[in-house]
């Protein structure tokens, strides 16, 4: 599966427009959201290939919505890759554990993020 559409979910609008502007110049589409809620919206409208998923949210933290998405049979096969400031080794455990294929601690290097989505087409 090439990956091309790529569904952002953080808080910080500030972080949405940085890793925005990133996988934008390496050619992906992104539509992002600042919530859980947002985000499942998003997944119903037009199903992503990948999802870079924060964990630190209001409301459905990142770790519950990605075991929401990831048990979800429409959605199972939608890679997501964490990218939260939760740098310790448990986080990065209990994030795979709830479905997350790839872990990345913030701040995120751009090409780093681009190296980590590219191994999934």
């Known amino acids: 599966m090439t990956i091309q559409k790529i ?8 972080e949405l427009y940085h890793l925005s502007e990133i ?3 390496h050619g992906y589409a992104i539509r992002t959201a600042e919530n859980g809620d ?3 919206r998003r997944l119903e409208e037009d ?9 630190v949210m209001p409301g459905q933290n ?3 919505l990605t075991r929401r998405i990831t048990r ?6 939608v890679p997501v890759i964490m990218c939260t400031s939760k740098g310790q080794e ?9 479905g997350a ?5 913030k701040p995120v290097d751009g090409e780093e993020l681009v190296t980590r989505i590219r191994a999934f087409d």
């Open 47 to 55: 199903k992503p290939d990948l999802i870079v998923m924060d964990v």
């Open 72 to 77: 979800d049979p429409r959605f199972a096969d």
């Open 7 to 14: 569904l952002l979910v953080d808080d910080s609008k500030t």
């Open 38 to 40: 947002e985000a499942l």
């Open 62 to 64: 990142g770790f519950q």
């Open 101 to 105: 294929r790839d872990y990345l601690v």
């Open 90 to 98: 448990t986080d990065k455990v209990w994030g795979m554990r709830q």
């Open 23 to 25: 996988l934008r110049r």
